[in-house]
């Protein structure tokens, strides 16, 4: 099993959600998260004065899948989540040991 993680820009989280029921991904987590990578933030006019904005809204992907379905939902994520300018965001792919589900005690593949 692996973890998949994604930073992307709020407003692609409809259409990656899209196609990854349309693959059969059925769980997913999803945060509101704010940072900054290359684009370091912007400024803002606000009642006259500029205010430098250092952390920009993000929304974070969470799921887990059986490993031999990362390269096609990791394609899927990234053709999605694409508009080409910068602050597109990141994808991280991490092992994960174990899952279970709590209700009913399964464990591994059968958990997700």
């Not at 009642?47 to 799921?63: H, S, T």
């Not at 999605?80 to 965001?89: K, L, P, S, V, Y």
Request: hydrophobic share 40%; with cysteine.
């Amino acid at each position: 099993m692996k973890k998949i993680e994604c930073i992307i820009k709020p407003f692609k989280l409809d259409d990656v959600k899209a196609i990854l029921t349309e693959m059969g991904i059925t769980g997913m987590t999803v945060s509101e998260v704010r940072g900054f990578g290359r684009q370091k933030g912007h400024t803002e006019l606000y009642r006259g004065a500029e205010y430098q904005i250092d952390f920009i809204p993000k929304v974070k992907i969470e799921l887990v899948i059986a490993a031999e379905r990362v390269a096609e939902v990791v394609a899927a994520i990234q053709k999605e989540a694409c508009t080409g300018r910068i602050g597109d965001g990141k994808i991280f792919v991490t092992p994960v040991e174990q899952s279970i589900r709590i209700r009913t005690g399964e464990s591994g593949i059968e958990a997700l």
